[in-house]
């Protein structure tokens, strides 16, 4: 997992030529569909199973969740899961269970306690929290970053908005580096005060507001806002 992922990782900004695009983009798109089905079956499956266990107050080591880790366990089978599966309602749990493997290489299972690498999973979550602190008055969508981050490089944070830094808009951009340096950069345990003065305080790639560039620098930014 940890080679495929650096095989495609590359630095944003960075000009690579890809081979044969037409494929990979077809293969890229059959994937997006078969997963987008898949969970929505899955999201199906387990609507009706919270509902029937609503409805017959069954217990959470019934028939459920033997039929829930069978279907799981076909899927895994087949190559289209791999992970750990939760179904809860409120403080109730009913059901819990690790597919696959955590680990490849050693061998280690999922299990219910196995942490996962979110990735860019986490820019949703980061969104949310920054809107949030905008409903609650204490962020405001068109300040700039230099009033919430005041050592912040000056002439980028006085640009550069909250709302900029949301849409991927801000001109912020990870430095050019090899992948290699990409890679061993991002193993690092770094502070927010290390990544916003070494990856995120470089000249901007085009003024604020002018376009789109999807920004991994961008949301360290707001996370160091929030």
Known sequence: DAHRHRTHMRPEGRKTTPRGPSMLVADHVHRHRRAKLFFRILIACLAVALNSIAQSA???AGGFNRNLSRLMARYHAIGQFQGTVLVARGDDIFFEQGFGEANREWGNPNGI???FRLGSVTKSITATLALNLVDEGLVDLSGPVSRYLPDFREDVGAKVTIRHLLTHSSGIALPA?????YWDFFQRRLSTDDILEQICSGDLRFEPGDRFQYSSAG??????VI
């Not at 580096?177 to 340096?181: F, G, L, R, T």
């Not at 949301?219 to 160091?224: E, F, K, P, S």
């Open 219 to 224: 949301y360290m930014v707001l996370g160091a």
């Open 58 to 60: 069954c217990s959470p």
């Open 177 to 181: 580096m090899s992948m290699d340096e």
């Open 113 to 115: 306690d196995t942490k």
